[in-house]
Every structure is written in C-alpha cells, then in structure tokens.
C-alpha cells in the first residue's frame, strides 16, 4: 500500500505539474537559424573554457546517471525492505530490538518518500523547457536561438537538483549522495571546482596575453583580442594613457603591468638560478650572444631572445654542440625545462619575460657589462615598454653591482633623450667609475670590471690626461697587485696583464715601484722567481729595464 501510495503520488505530481504544457512544442531543434547561435556560444564555451567545458559535459551525463542509478538502487531498496518486514515487526514488539525498527522504518520511509521529490523536480525542468522551446519556434532569430539554448539547459537542470532529494533519504542512499556531491570528495563537486579553476586560469590568461601562443601571429593577434574581451577598461586607459582625462588611469594601469612583469621575471630568475645555470646559459637567455652562440642558434631557427619553452629546447640543442662551457650551459637549460613547465602552470608567471631573467642572472653573477644592460634594455623597451625595462635594469644593476662596480646605477648605463639605453662606459662615465673605485669595491669585483675601465687606464698611463694623473693611476695598478691588497685574485691577475703591458717604460725604472715589485714577487710566489700569467718577460728574465729579482 505505501509503495502504491508513494508511486501514484509521485507519477501524479508529474503530471499535474506537466498537464498545462503538455500540447506545446516538446522537441528542441538546435538545428535550425537558432543552432548558428548555439554552435558559436558552444564554440566560444570550449575556447575559453577548453576542459572545463567537457567537463560541464560530463557533470551532466554524470547527473543522469546518478538518477537511474538512484531510481534503480531505490526500487532493489524498497523491496529488499518489504522482504524483512516480519523480522522488523518482530524487533518492534520485543523490547531490546525496537531501534532495528526504527532503522528499518527510516529506510523505508525515506526511500519511498524520494520518489514524489525526483519527480517533481524532473517535471518543473520539462516544463520550463518545453515553454522555451516553444517559444523558440515561433520567435525570430536571435531570440530563437538563446530559447534553444534556455530549453537545452532547463531540461538537465533538475538532474543536478536531485543531490538535494539525498538528505531525504538514509544510510546507503545518503552515501550515494555523498559521492556525488559531498564537498570533499563528491564527483559533482570535483567537477564544478575543477570548470572554476580551468576557467578562472583561462580568464587570468587572457588578460595577461598568454591564452595562446605567442610565437604566431595567428596566436599573437587571438591574444590581444582576449585581452581587451577581458579588460576593456583596463586595455582603454592602457592604450589612450596620454590622452587627458586618462593619464592617471592608464599610467596606473601601466605601472601595476610592469610591477608584475619585473616581480614574475625575478621569480623566474630565482627558480633558474638554483638550477645550475652557468654565465653561457644565462646570456643565451639575453640575446647578447658570442659570435658562436649567434651562429649556432640561428642555424636552428633562433634569430631573436628566447621567449618560450619550445625556444629554449632548441637553444639547449644548440649549445650542447659548441662544447665546452656552452654544452654545460645547455645541459642545464635542458634539465630545468620539465621545472619551467610546472612553474608556467601558474598564469600570473606568463607575465614572467625569459629575457629579463637572464640579464638578472648574468649581472647577479658577475658576468654583465654595460653592453649587455644596454643591449637588453632596448630589446626590452621595445617589446614591453620603456617602464617595463628600465625597472629590469635598475634590478640587474642592484643585483650586480658588488662583483661588477662598472655597472652600478648611475653609471654603467644612460638613457639619452630618446629613451635608448647606452653602455655608460662609452658615455664618459669610465673616468668617473675609476676615480671611486675603493678597496671593498675591488674586494669581491670580477675582473671583468678593469677590463671594463681598461681603455681609461691605458690613458692615464700614457700621460693624456697629465704627469699626475699619471703617477696616481701607476700607484692604483701596483696596490690592486700588491701582496697586501683587498682586491680578487682576478683583479690582480688583469692589474698584473696591465702592469706587464706597460713594461717598457719607466714603470721599472722607479727605485720605489720596483721594490714594490720585488716585495709582490717574494711575498706571493716564496721567493721564487716566477710571476702570474700575463704577458711580459719570462720568469727567468729581468722585468726590461730593471734589476733581476
């Protein structure tokens, strides 16, 4: 009688809900004018949404087969239920067993009492549906067309409400309903996270230009059209940013760009330094090539600074082949592509410039002159914006300004009047750098840093700029080379170059800096006879016009 009563009262809400409706249109016809509109929204929902999308999908077929399966377990229930009865009329007459009674009961209740809910639910979606639907036959397009789409998804709709029908029912149909919508471990709730995270990290792509692929003008151009989808505002204050009643917005905008592009470019060259990255690695990543370098990449289609994944693969083949400190480079840019990979999942990263990351590590380690600033300055300044490079190369210079004193802010790079980055070495600043550098400059400097100021040097040592000038700057090389000098092994060694170099002339002649000399070579070498590498006399010779050691 309760499962009679329970069925006749759901099939009844049914059609009592249905009964209205039931001569209208009851077909959806996507392909008609309507479906043009349909298949465009579709195709817009996979290309930005890409799985999330099919997941959508499959959270709906999900839906319907969680029905069937909880109309099928329900009837297999409510029977297995009915077999038992004596044993639970039983249990209710003793008087220790009546709790197995009242399991009992609420099982029965509960499933039969889903039953009229399932229904209900499902007949309000058919409805809702078939009006739309309807109304999409009669209609013009495009209003016919969005009725196709509203009638489509008004029909699975309820199938996702039935979850809700679970709390209605106990022990084994609530477990059901715990799988498929429990909020840590059900199917339904995994799939409705996961479109929100695919979405969300497609949406963040799209403002920040990375949707596809860059390196096609077909990508290129797709990027920059999901951009201004998702930022109109941001993109038209960007765009007309000198344009009055816009310049605080649009250089607002243009400052927060660039914050983000230096501060994702300093984490990708965080992530890169710990992974082995040699001085050839990261000034592969700059563009400032070698002339074997150059030769090499562009021999395998790299003509310009890395700026993907794909360009980096092929830049670490290249390498490989040169041998020597290149393959080591290579190597180690080949076995942190897995690393960049996971760390590009992150969208805010795609903000992160290859280039810049290597002109960071490069200077970090010493190895960058004014040159390579200038050189990735104006690289940058072309393809992120004058804002955008000038921050990188504030960054390199603080980065490495201890082991390279030439390239300290203020002096191993200008900009001129046209925003072009110039090598400050070769806009009269060298003479300047010389006159400061100090005992804790040179302390932990890299020689690279007097070959740097070299040409002054040669200068000064020539008379060109007087007698005392000349003097001092002998004075400099002989306490850089001295045995009691602050300065790296390596600023020694070039002062020695240089010392050697400028051999023939009163140099050691002078009773005081020959003495100095001889102290040097008896100091460092225990006596021996023997000098640094450099060019010069050999060791068993006399320095030319002096005294033998």
Same mark, same amino acid.
């Given at each position: 009688?309760?499962?009679?009563?329970?069925?006749?009262?759901?099939?009844?809400?049914?059609?009592?809900?249905?009964?209205? $409706?039931?001569?209208?249109?009851?077909?959806?016809?996507?392909?008609?004018?309507?479906?043009?509109?349909?298949?465009?929204?579709?195709?817009?929902?996979?290309?930005?949404?890409?799985?999330?999308?099919?997941?959508?999908?499959?959270?709906?077929?999900?839906?319907?087969?969680?029905?069937?399966?909880?109309?099928?377990?329900?009837?297999?229930?409510?029977?297995?239920?009915?077999?038992?009865? =004596?044993?639970?009329?039983?249990?209710?007459?003793? =008087? /220790?067993?009546?709790?197995?009674?009242?399991?009992?009961?609420? $099982?029965?209740?509960?499933?039969?009492?889903?039953?009229? $809910?399932?229904?209900?639910?499902?007949?309000?979606?058919?409805?809702?549906?078939?009006?739309?639907?309807?109304?999409?036959?009669?209609?013009?397009?495009?209003?016919?067309?969005?009725?196709?789409?509203?009638?489509?998804?008004?029909?699975?709709?309820?199938?996702?409400?039935?979850?809700?029908?679970?709390?209605?029912?106990?022990?084994?149909?609530?477990?059901?309903?715990?799988?498929?919508?429990?909020?840590? *471990?059900?199917?339904?709730?995994?799939?409705?996270?996961?479109?929100?995270?695919?979405?969300?990290? *497609?949406?963040?792509?799209?403002?920040?230009?990375?949707?596809?692929?860059?390196?096609?003008?077909?990508?290129?151009?797709?990027?920059?059209?999901?951009?201004?989808?998702?930022?109109?505002?941001?993109?038209?204050?960007?765009?007309? *940013? /000198?344009?009055?009643?816009?310049?605080?917005?649009?250089?607002?905008?243009?400052?927060?760009? &660039?914050?983000?592009?230096?501060?994702?470019?300093g984490k990708l060259f965080e992530e890169i330094n710990k992974l082995g990255y040699n001085d050839r690695a990261y000034r592969?990543?700059?563009?400032?090539?070698?002339?074997?370098?150059?030769?090499?990449?562009?021999?395998?289609?790299?003509?310009?600074?890395?700026?993907?994944?794909?360009?980096?693969?092929?830049?670490?083949?290249?390498?490989?082949?040169?041998?020597?400190?290149?393959?080591?480079?290579?190597?180690?840019?080949?076995?942190?592509?897995?690393?960049?990979?996971? %760390?590009?999942?992150?969208?805010?990263?795609?903000?992160?410039?290859?280039?810049?990351?290597?002109?960071?590590?490069?200077?970090?380690?010493? $190895?960058?002159?004014?040159?390579? +600033?200038?050189?990735?300055?104006?690289?940058?300044?072309?393809?992120?914006?004058?804002?955008?490079?000038? @921050?990188?190369?504030?960054?390199?210079? %603080? +980065?490495? #300004?201890?082991?390279? =004193? &030439?390239?300290?802010?203020?002096?191993?790079?200008?900009?001129?009047?046209?925003?072009?980055?110039?090598?400050?070495?070769?806009?009269?600043?060298?003479?300047?750098?010389?006159?400061?550098?100090?005992?804790?400059?040179?302390?932990?400097?890299?020689?690279?840093?007097?070959?740097?100021?070299?040409?002054?040097?040669?200068?000064?040592?020539?008379?060109?700029?007087?007698?005392?000038?000349?003097?001092?700057?002998?004075? #400099?090389?002989?306490?850089?080379?001295?045995?009691? @000098?602050?300065?790296?092994?390596?600023?020694?060694?070039?002062?020695?170059?240089?010392?050697?170099?400028?051999? !023939?002339?009163?140099?050691?002649? *002078?009773? &005081? %800096?020959?003495?100095?000399?001889?102290?040097?070579?008896?100091?460092?070498?225990?006596?021996?006879?023997?000098?640094?590498?450099? !060019?010069?006399?050999?060791?068993?010779? !006399?320095? !030319?016009?002096?005294?033998?050691?």
């Amino acid at each position: 009688f309760f499962v009679t009563l329970t069925n006749d009262v759901g099939l009844s809400i049914r059609n009592l809900i249905f009964q209205p $409706f039931s001569g209208l249109q009851q077909s959806i016809e996507l392909g008609n004018t309507g479906g043009l509109l349909g298949i465009i929204m579709v195709g817009l929902g996979a290309v930005f949404l890409g799985w999330g999308m099919l997941s959508f999908i499959a959270t709906a077929l999900l839906a319907v087969l969680v029905a069937v399966l909880v109309l099928i377990i329900r009837q297999v229930l409510i029977i297995f239920l009915i077999l038992i009865a =004596p044993l639970a009329i039983v249990a209710y007459i003793l =008087p /220790n067993t009546k709790k197995m009674y009242d399991l009992w009961w609420d $099982f029965f209740a509960k499933a039969l009492l889903m039953f009229p $809910f399932i229904m209900a639910f499902i007949a309000v979606g058919q409805a809702f549906a078939t009006v739309a639907a309807t109304n999409a036959k009669s209609a013009q397009f495009p209003l016919s067309a969005i009725d196709d789409v509203l009638a489509f998804v008004a029909y699975f709709v309820p199938y996702f409400l039935l979850p809700l029908t679970f709390k209605f029912a106990g022990g084994a149909l609530s477990s059901i309903g715990g799988f498929v919508n429990d909020r840590h *471990r059900g199917a339904f709730d995994r799939l409705r996270k996961y479109r929100s995270a695919t979405a969300a990290d *497609r949406f963040k792509r799209a403002q920040s230009q990375s949707l596809w692929d860059n390196n096609s003008r077909i990508g290129k151009q797709a990027n920059k059209l999901a951009s201004w989808g998702t930022s109109p505002v941001a993109n038209t204050a960007y765009k007309f *940013r /000198n344009t009055p009643g816009l310049k605080k917005r649009g250089y607002g905008v243009a400052a927060s760009i &660039d914050h983000a592009k230096v501060e994702q470019s300093g984490k990708l060259f965080e992530e890169i330094n710990k992974l082995g990255y040699n001085d050839r690695a990261y000034r592969a990543l700059t563009g400032q090539w070698s002339e074997e370098q150059k030769a090499a990449f562009n021999a395998v289609g790299i003509t310009k600074p890395p700026t993907s994944l794909g360009d980096l693969q092929k830049v670490a083949t290249a390498m490989k082949g040169l041998g020597g400190t290149d393959a080591i480079g290579g190597t180690a840019i080949e076995g942190s592509l897995g690393r960049l990979a996971t %760390l590009y999942q992150d969208p805010e990263m795609t903000k992160a410039s290859i280039q810049a990351a290597g002109i960071m590590g490069l200077s970090a380690h010493g $190895f960058a002159d004014g040159n390579d +600033l200038a050189g990735v300055g104006n690289d940058l300044r072309a393809s992120g914006g004058a804002g955008f490079a000038q @921050s990188v190369i504030s960054q390199a210079q %603080l +980065l490495g #300004q201890r082991s390279r =004193p &030439d390239i300290k802010a203020g002096y191993g790079v200008t900009v001129d009047k046209d925003g072009v980055f110039r090598n400050g070495m070769l806009d009269g600043r060298m003479s300047n750098v010389l006159d400061t550098f100090s005992a804790q400059d040179l302390a932990a400097a890299k020689g690279g840093a007097v070959e740097a100021v070299k040409p002054e040097i040669l200068r000064r040592l020539d008379g060109s700029k007087g007698e005392q000038f000349q003097r001092a700057q002998r004075d #400099q090389l002989f306490s850089w080379a001295g045995p009691y @000098s602050q300065a790296s092994a390596d600023v020694k060694a070039r002062a020695l170059d240089i010392i050697y170099e400028k051999g !023939p002339d009163d140099t050691y002649t *002078r009773p &005081d %800096l020959v003495q100095q000399f001889q102290d040097y070579t008896r100091q460092d070498m225990a006596g021996n006879p023997q000098r640094l590498p450099g !060019p010069g006399p050999e060791p068993d010779q !006399p320095p !030319p016009g002096g005294p033998t050691n």
